[in-house]
């Protein structure tokens, strides 16, 4: 590939479209080469997302004609079929590396399509084939997230520093951590799908096989690299709603049991992209703004799903054996405010390398855990003995006698000194970088890609003219109905993708 036929193909920038109407003369559009030179795409301004919709797409190779205009300096047309668009470039430079950019991607087209027949008109953001438009989107979120990744990446390494996952994973390079874990934030929906708020969460995945589709001479994480609260091959997820929230996983999926993984692909709606499962009988959706994290979890887990089941559940199971150190009943005092005996809950609490994890008898709660890095202080007294941590939570247990309860305070202290003493420079590592440092300026962003600002002050002004002209209406419309129907208007609700009654639970 030649230097002229690559700068083509990267071909991209603000130029002048006159308007078929006279009366609005020249606007300025952004125009981009998209899927590999096939396609000239313009928006009304440069593409934040890809969720923001093109204006128009012109085929290269149904272009039949690409001239300057006589008298110009910086004006050219492009013909195709029976219609004509006339642009402006900022100088004539700028016009002469458009047009010969043009004329390089035709030839280029035209030579691998062969003998295609050529598409006669303007071409239809909606009428392009579902691929074409993934492959597009992905293209335009490439370019939007390359400027902020170190910074998203940065948030991704807090939530692990404080979830207790990062003084694990640190010993392994980018390279590998990218092709064998995947996390990040996804908006989760509810047990009701339909009708509850999708919550915002923390999801990860460490996998014991390749994850980006492709071969690697790296060696993945084994189950005993990562803390024994978790599996490999599993999808787990946290709430993280304020910064370094330790809390718990909320749940835990294994990627060997889910079924019918498919994308969801929405019109509208702040989370346009988005993908389901089905697991233990239930639908789970998943959505996100950016196309390329709903790609990369539906790679993820078909990549995982591709190995073989064959003896993994009962590896996992003896591995799990293997890694207790301490075992038995205890009382754990309830975090519900309730005082007296009913306060006291009957649990199964085991002491493995890296947390000390208890089960309600009745498995009311499900599986809590603590883990053993974040353990500052263990106390005991009488039967009873309490642990309290870095960020000042406090969980109190107590044993049958005296005796089992030193037992369980020795046993625990050992393990903690011996797991921080196994870690170099475990304060360091768990340590939160700046909180400016993960933060995106998303006002910044769109001004420093605002290039259209008169025109967009002249659009806001008559979409504000057009708002006040069909609110009028609908108050004069409104006066004309009867009095039931203005009560019954009263109660109705404006429609909202997500926001119709509270999450239940999770």
């Known amino acids: 590939m030649n230097d002229n036929l690559s700068k083509a193909l990267q071909l991209n920038g603000v130029l002048q479209k006159r308007s078929p109407s006279m009366i609005k003369g020249y606007q300025k559009r952004y125009f981009s080469v998209r899927n ?62 458009w047009v010969e950019s043009i004329l390089h991607l035709k030839e280029y087209r035209q030579k691998l399509e062969g003998d295609n027949e050529p598409v006669q008109q303007k071409v239809k953001w909606d009428e392009l084939d579902k691929e074409t438009i993934t492959k597009i989107k992905l293209e335009v979120e490439k370019d939007h997230l390359e400027k902020f990744s ?9 939530v692990m520093k404080c979830k207790g996952i990062y003084p694990y994973l640190i010993k392994f390079d980018a390279k590998t951590q990218d092709q064998f874990i995947i996390c990040g934030f996804l908006m989760k929906k509810g047990k009701n799908t339909t009708f509850t708020r999708a919550k915002k969460r923390w999801f990860i995945m460490m996998s014991s096989v390749c994850i980006t589709g492709q071969e690697t001479d790296k060696i993945g994480p084994t189950q005993a690299d990562i ?85 993994l559940k009962n590896s996992q199971q003896l591995e799990k054996k293997e890694e207790i150190i301490y075992e038995g009943p205890l009382q754990k005092q309830s975090s519900k405010i309730i005082k007296g005996p009913l306060s006291w ?51 109190k247990f107590k044993a049958q006698t005296p005796e089992l309860k030193d037992q369980w305070v020795k046993i625990i202290k050992e393990q903690v000194d011996a797991l921080k003493g196994s870690i170099q420079n475990l304060e360091e590592i768990l340590e939160l970088p700046p909180e400016e440092a993960t933060k995106i300026d998303y006002n910044e ?40 129907s203005k009560l019954l208007c009263c109660f109705g609700g404006g429609e909202s993708e997500y926001d119709y009654v509270k999450d239940r639970g999770f």
Do not use: H
Not at 150 to 158: A, G, L, P, Q, W
Not at 351 to 378: E, F, H, P
């Open 227 to 311: 803390p024994d609260t978790f599996q490999l091959d599993t999808i787990y997820y946290f709430a993280y709603d304020d910064r370094g929230d330790k809390s718990n996983f909320i749940a835990r999926i294994p990627v060997s049991e889910i079924e019918n993984i498919e994308q969801i692909d929405k019109t509208s709606g702040q989370l346009p992209y988005g993908l389901s499962f089905e697991y233990n009988d239930r639908v789970y959706q998943f959505f996100s703004e950016q196309l390329t994290d709903i790609q990369k979890w539906i790679l993820a887990i078909q990549c995982v799903k591709k190995k073989p089941k064959t003896g």
């Open 150 to 158: 170190n910074k998203i990446d940065i948030k991704n390494d807090e």
């Open 445 to 484: 962003q769109i001004k420093d890609e605002d290039l259209y600002d008169q025109e967009t002050i002249t659009e806001k002004f008559y979409n504000k003219m057009t708002l006040q002209i069909e609110k009028s209406k609908q108050e004069e419309k409104l006066k004309s109905k009867s009095f039931m």
């Open 36 to 97: 590999e030179g096939q396609y000239l795409i313009y928006w009304k301004k440069k593409p934040l997302s890809s969720k923001d919709k093109p204006q128009g797409v012109l085929s290269l190779t149904s272009i039949s004609t690409v001239a300057n205009v006589k008298g110009s300096d910086t004006e050219f047309i492009l013909v195709v079929g029976d219609r004509q668009f006339q642009l402006k470039a900022e100088t004539a430079s700028q016009r002469e590396f």
């Open 345 to 395: 809950i009957n649990v199964n609490a085991q002491l493995k390398k890296n947390s000390l994890s208890w089960t309600a008898k009745d498995d009311s709660q499900g599986n809590q855990y603590v883990l053993l890095i974040y353990i500052k202080q263990v106390i005991g007294k009488s039967k009873s003995f309490q642990i309290f941590t870095n960020d000042d939570q406090e969980f």
